[in-house]
């Protein structure tokens, strides 16, 4: 069974700060994702990556950054967090097939991040 | 962009109705359409998911259909349970890299 394991399921921290969200999967997928989730706005993403040192924006990347050094792990870091960035925060992974087939994606238990 | 619209934001029905959820999406290349269940305070996790050589999927109580010339597609779940309660997701992709997700709906069950 795949498991995509998040740092933190709470976190707190304080305006301005730099925010480090880690995630890990344990099923050598190609791509990662991170998503924001807020009521009644669905999933948004962030970032993702398909490979190694890859990464692409999303449809909100603006505040975020990311890094991927290992296959295994994919981190979201907010540069300078601010209050609008209070959420909920999913990562995710999926397999590339080779022959164009989409994978399903499988997520973690997500980090509800409250800036104050 | 690719656009996902689902409706309702909300249901309830009868224990033992069926419930159907709608998603329409904008771009007519998208090839591959995942429904998620996610209860509360939990992941969101797959149950069911379609491709576009398809028109209709089962599994058990839950079925998928696929309508290209419409662009939509539909999550049907017949004879609910209370434990069928949650937000449910729908998605439509084309590369594999981004998933456009629809906007949720929290379905309720009542005994």
């Known amino acids: 069974d795949v498991k995509v394991t998040q740092s933190s399921r709470y976190l707190v921290k304080r305006t301005g700060e730099k925010v480090f969200l880690e995630c890990v999967q344990d099923?050598?997928?190609?791509?990662m994702f991170w998503y924001r989730q807020d009521p009644g706005l669905g999933l948004r993403l962030i970032y993702f990556?398909?490979?190694?040192?890859?990464?692409e924006k999303g449809d909100i990347p603006e505040g975020y950054s990311v890094s991927r050094e290992k296959k295994e792990r994919f981190s979201l870091i907010l540069e300078s967090a601010s209050t609008n960035q209070t959420s909920m925060y999913l990562c995710?992974?999926?397999?590339?097939?080779?022959?164009?087939?989409?994978?399903?994606?499988?997520f973690g238990d997500g980090t509800r991040l409250s800036i104050l | 962009g690719e656009n996902v619209e689902q409706h309702p934001s909300t249901l309830s029905v009868q224990e033992g109705d069926s419930a159907v959820i709608k998603c329409t999406y904008s771009?007519?290349?998208?090839?591959?359409f995942p429904w998620y269940k996610q209860e509360l305070g939990k992941r969101p996790q797959l149950i069911i998911d379609?491709?576009?050589?398809?028109g209709e999927k089962k599994d058990q109580r839950i079925a998928v259909t696929l309508n290209k010339t419409a662009k939509h597609f539909s999550l049907h779940i017949t004879e609910t349970q209370p434990e069928d309660s949650a937000v449910y997701f729908c998605?439509?992709?084309?590369?594999?890299?981004?998933?456009?997700f629809g906007t949720g709906t929290s379905l309720t069950v009542i005994p």
């Open positions: 998605a439509a992709s084309l590369t594999g890299n981004q998933f456009y």
């Open positions: 995710a992974s999926s397999f590339w097939d080779r022959g164009y087939s989409n994978q399903p994606q499988h």
């Open positions: 990556s398909y490979d190694v040192k890859m990464k």
């Open positions: 379609i491709r576009s050589n398809v």
């Open positions: 771009d007519s290349a998208s090839n591959y």
């Open positions: 099923m050598d997928h190609e791509n």
